[in-house]
């Protein structure tokens, strides 16, 4: 994989349905929506934030990730509604010597059990393997989390493994997480 090619321009992907975004300071309606229920951060090492300006600030650290290449982190929005934030999907954990990186994702609430979220897994699944020349796309989840695993799956990943105690979460504690993860040699391209 070569960094640049994810951290060219930010990228834009688009389906019939979805955009994949940048995020702006004029969806911080949205981001509040998003980010201000816990129900969404049920499984995630993520608190809910309920002040505006603090989202606001970090509107601009999703930017400033990217500018120092650190994390991708797109709005998923309806293709013919710029300013309709459903929800976040995210690459981070860039390991370029290895080819890999981590998925991450969340929806607001109101938009779950809609195939949102595992059409907007596809959509970055693709633009990775084709595009970017990922090796290895990998996803943490915790155990309870079954909706999250079934996109996973719909997606192509394969459970590889629980890794018991493995991490410290905000808001969660010590938490095990099931591994998820996908091949570019067994990604039908």
């Known amino acids: 994989m070569v960094i640049d090619r994810l951290f060219r321009a930010f990228p834009e992907i688009e389906s019939g349905r979805l955009a994949l975004r ?22 995630c090492g993520i608190l809910p934030k309920n002040n505006r300006a603090t989202l606001k600030t970090m509107i601009g650290r999703f930017s400033r990730d990217f500018q120092k290449k650190s994390r991708v982190k797109w709005g998923i929005f309806y293709s013919d509604d710029p300013n309709s934030l459903l929800g976040i999907i995210e690459v981070f954990e860039i390991h370029q010597k290895v080819n890999a990186v981590t998925l991450g994702y969340y929806l607001s609430e109101s938009r779950w059990g809609q195939g949102i979220a ?40 394969k459970y590889e493994g629980t890794l018991r105690q493995a991490a410290l979460w905000s808001g969660q504690g010590i938490v095990d997480l099931e591994i998820y993860g996908l091949l570019l040699e067994e990604y039908a391209l």
Do not use: C, T, W
């Not at 990775?128 to 996109?151: C, D, H, Y």
């Open 118 to 157: 595992s059409e907007a897994v596809g959509l970055v699944v693709r633009f990775l393997f084709q595009q970017v020349k990922v090796n290895r796309i990998q996803a943490e989840v915790m155990p309870g989390n079954g909706a999250s695993k079934r996109v996973l799956l719909r997606n192509g990943f």
């Open 22 to 43: 940048e995020i702006e300071d004029r969806h911080l309606d949205g981001v509040y929506e998003l980010y201000s229920n816990e129900k969404v951060f049920e499984y």
